[in-house]
């Protein structure tokens, strides 16, 4: 018998927060990234498809830059949740915004392997959440990026 999988942390994001083109369950054209915890650390996984290519045989940068950049959001929340002791898949997610981004591209990533995101907090305030992500396929890293999460302004709801 198989566990059940949780939830995923982008699904937990409120209604109005949920069109991203990297992780929005919302956006039917996105990229549909999910990621949950797994012990320390917030995973993801993802298979790039034919058209994240860059040149034959190899995963878009971009492509790499957004995954890690909406893996890094919902860890933020997660682990603001977490620290705070609140039941995790409790019930909404807060939703952070990037506020810096930097991703170092260790080699080229193959297309076609699913693509490993892992990711954890290295500095954690009341402003902003620091988070590491580390990308690897079949085993090997690829990229690492750094990411500075903040909550999102209220200024960018929905409105309407």
Not at 27 to 41: Q, R
Not at 52 to 66: D, E, K, M, N
Request: glycine share 10%.
């Amino acid at each position: 018998m198989t566990e059940p999988q949780p939830t995923p942390l982008q699904h937990r994001y409120p209604d109005d927060a949920t069109r991203c083109y990297g992780c929005g369950r919302s956006n039917p054209a996105g990229l549909h990234l999910e990621s949950a915890w797994e012990g320390d650390e917030v995973v993801a996984r993802f298979t790039p498809r034919a058209e994240h290519i860059s040149i034959p045989g190899f995963v878009y940068g971009g492509l790499i830059a957004a995954l890690i950049d909406c893996h890094a959001m919902a860890t933020a929340a997660a682990h603001v949740e977490r620290v705070a002791g609140q039941e995790v898949g409790g019930g909404e997610l807060t939703r952070y915004v990037t506020a810096a981004l930097k991703v170092d591209y260790l080699r080229p990533t193959p297309l076609g392997p699913e693509l490993v995101l892992r990711a954890r907090v290295t500095e954690s305030g009341r402003r902003k959440q620091v988070v590491a992500v580390s990308v690897a396929a079949e085993g090997r890293e690829t990229a690492r990026g750094e990411v500075v999460a903040v909550p999102m302004p209220a200024s960018m709801a929905t409105v309407g």
